[in-house]
């Protein structure tokens, strides 16, 4: 198939490209990092129109996000709340007017309504239901990511390993997560798109390795992975408490797992994504 990936430079969308080109469909990348022309902010954008119009499956993962540091510093101000409105109305707009089949990335904090980033994705979800898209909430979707100030948990702490020696983590890490490995990710999505017809809007389709794990066991993971190397590294946890979550839990649907299965443990994971950064 001709497959649009909006926000293809992203942490899911770098690896879906290159994994739905290894499969034999034609991807066309859209992302900012490509160009101005490819800003969805920019309405209108008549490159987005055509990219959306000449393909026979969209997958909208596009959005101004990072990973908690991030999201702590930028989702209360102007900039990000408008960034994520106009490019969701933009896309949405020419989904709609030529009627493209399609997959939103949502989130896990879609109905955390404290936090600006979880009511943006909310708001995403209901464009989507309204023209009959797919849904799909992610959960910490783990990868090499390009762009050091927007990095999540895993690849921020492998950086600072790398760099300093010291995790200086944002929180005490005793918050518990899930996390998924960005080619499982691409497995899942995939896994939809050929199912497309089978799933409505309404479903709840939560991408996720359904394996909690606290922040610093993670750390911990990691410091074992670079002493294996030869390589002694620090965690210094914070006394703070998570702010951006709040500390608050989601319990994943597991309908996803008829379809699908996540294979790779965060052992496996984090050794791919060290010896991908080295």
Known sequence: ????????????????????????????????????????????????????????????????????????????????????????????????????????????????????????KNVGELYTKSLNGLIVKFWNVYGIEKDHEKSHVITDFIRKGFETGVIDMLTDGQEEREFLYAEDCCEALESIMNNYSEFTSEDELHITSFQPIKIIDIANVIVDQFKSMGKEVKI?????????????????????????????????????IIKEMI
Not at 238 to 267: G, R
């Open 236 to 272: 210094v946890p914070s006394q703070e408490k998570d702010s951006v979550q709040m500390d608050k839990k989601n319990k994943p649907n597991t309908y996803i797992n008829k379809y699908w299965v996540s294979k790779t443990s965060i052992e496996e994971g984090i050794s791919n």
């Open 1 to 120: 198939m001709n497959i649009a990936v909006l926000g293809s430079s992203g942490q899911v969308g770098a690896y879906l490209t290159e994994y739905l080109r290894g499969k034999g469909h034609t991807v066309h990348e859209f992302d900012v990092v490509n160009g101005p022309e490819q800003d969805m902010t920019r309405i209108p954008n008549s490159s987005l129109e055509m990219a959306i119009q000449d393909s026979d499956f969209v997958f909208f993962l596009a959005f101004d996000v990072g990973g908690s540091r991030y999201l702590k510093k930028y989702q209360h101000t102007f900039q990000f709340i408008d960034n994520n409105t106009r490019l969701m109305a933009n896309a949405f707009g020419y989904l709609q007017k030529h009627n493209k089949r399609f997959i939103f990335a949502s989130s896990q904090m879609s109905n955390m309504s404290y936090s600006p980033y979880g009511v943006l």
